[in-house]
């Protein structure tokens, strides 16, 4: 009986096609919009993760001033210098490495090819510190670090613009007006959550920043990596007490340095990544809503036209309970089919939105199965109404209707 009741209601449906079509609309819109908007934002939030995990986990960074700039108004933050770095090693329980960091910039010259870049002047801990592999060659000794060498290791758009194709490995190149050569390079790390190229920057020791491009031995980041086995928040909270005994902060005044703990930060934008994915999705919901008014009124509209059929029905023995079947399996066929089309027209957007956003392309069974059950619920709630009062209509009044 199902078999025929819905081989009716898809023979009703496919007698009208366009207006089958448009009253689907909402449906198909609604579908693919949620599914679109929350696919892209789970990717989104993976990709942010993906981002911070480059970064490296179990990282305390340490910056003069407020929050990512050097605050506003005001004397200028001290830069640290390397007695605190000295300090951090000695002093703090439950770190693994210390890699002090100050940067500049500076065009890189090599037979012909020019590339503007940052200068990334560390030590060899900054490789212990945070996860970033080489492709070729090595690091710096600890030799180079000491006496400032000019030596360097380069990330994959400086190789790729200075060199062009050929291996940058034991050559020398000019930037800014140092001679420097090339010791190894970096694989690939891509976006910096905070936007940026982070494969954008030649690697030097220090020292050799600091005497040929900054002049000073101001240290402006520290990162600081800290064991597994040591909470962040109590190596933090260690690091935050040395750091004020030793820029001489009294009680009541307030830090003039702050420590980003790359989980926390990595928690907070997942978290807002999610939010926003939600509330774009509930206003994307709104349209199913719409699509179901709209079901419910063309099926409103084909049991006025289909009256007198309805009252033949009734007559020749048909029960009430067939004829509500019958109409509200209608308006769910109808519903479903405008949710295949929304999660085709979702996919087709993913496809197109991904690369453009450089996102990881996903495809969540469970986004999708849910998507399609809501768009029958929504032929089930729009249709009964119709269906029943379809089901509800008197044979002979029904055979007298013109």
């Known amino acids: 009986m199902l078999g025929t009741t819905f081989m009716l209601a898809l023979r009703s449906i496919l007698r009208h096609k366009l207006r ?14 949620v599914v679109t908007m929350v696919t892209l934002g789970k990717a989104t939030t993976v990709a942010v993760q993906q981002q911070i995990a480059a970064l490296g986990t179990n990282i305390l960074q340490v910056r003069p001033g407020q929050g990512f700039g050097r605050g506003g ?4 933050p001290p830069n640290f210098d390397p007695a605190d770095v000295t300090a951090i090693q000695q002093q ?19 037979e012909g090819a020019n590339w503007s870049t940052t200068i990334n002047g560390t030590t060899s801990a900054y490789f212990q510190v945070q996860p970033w592999d080489l492709t070729a060659g090595r690091l710096f000794t600890p030799a180079e ?12 758009t400086v190789e790729k613009n200075l060199f062009r194709g050929e291996s940058p490995i034991g050559k020398r190149f000019r930037i800014g007006d140092v001679s420097c050569d090339v010791v190894g390079t970096l694989a ?12 954008d920057v030649v690697i030097m020791p220090i020292k050799t920043v600091q005497r040929r491009f900054t002049g000073s031995t101001d240290i402006r980041v520290i990162l600081v990596g800290v064991d597994q086995d040591y909470s962040t928040t109590q190596v933090q909270s260690a690091l935050t007490g040395l750091l004020r005994d030793r820029r ?19 928690d907070t934008l997942t978290g807002t990544t999610t939010l926003l994915t939600q509330i774009v999705a509930a206003v994307a919901g709104i349209s199913l809503v719409v699509g179901g008014i709209g079901i419910m009124n063309i099926m409103l509209v084909s049991v006025t036209e289909r009256t007198r059929e309805i009252g033949i029905r009734l007559a020749i023995g048909a ?6 079947m019958q109409f509200l399996v209608e308006a769910v066929v109808l519903s479903c089919l405008g949710g295949v089309v929304g999660l085709m027209l979702a996919q087709l957007a993913i496809a197109v939105a991904t ?48």
């Open 73 to 76: 108004g005001g004397p200028m």
């Open 188 to 199: 690939t790390r891509g976006q910096a959550g905070f936007g940026g190229d982070q494969d």
């Open 145 to 156: 670090e000491a006496a400032g060498k000019a030596v360097c290791i380069l990330g994959a």
């Open 20 to 33: 089958s079509f448009l009253t689907t609309l909402g449906i198909i819109i609604g579908v693919a919009a």
């Open 319 to 324: 029960v009430a309970r067939e004829v509500l």
């Open 355 to 402: 690369p453009l956003m450089q996102v990881p392309w996903t495809f969540d069974p469970q986004i999708n199965a849910f998507a399609f059950f809501i768009s029958g619920l929504i032929g089930v709630v729009f249709g009964y109404f119709p269906a029943r009062r379809a089901a509800g209509l008197n044979p002979i009044d029904a055979l007298r209707h013109e």
């Open 92 to 110: 703090i329980s439950g770190v693994t490495a210390v890699a002090p960091q100050t940067q500049a910039t500076a065009t890189a010259i090599y």
């Open 248 to 266: 001489r902060i009294g009680d009541g005044r307030e830090d003039n340095f702050n420590i980003f703990d790359t989980r926390q930060i990595s």
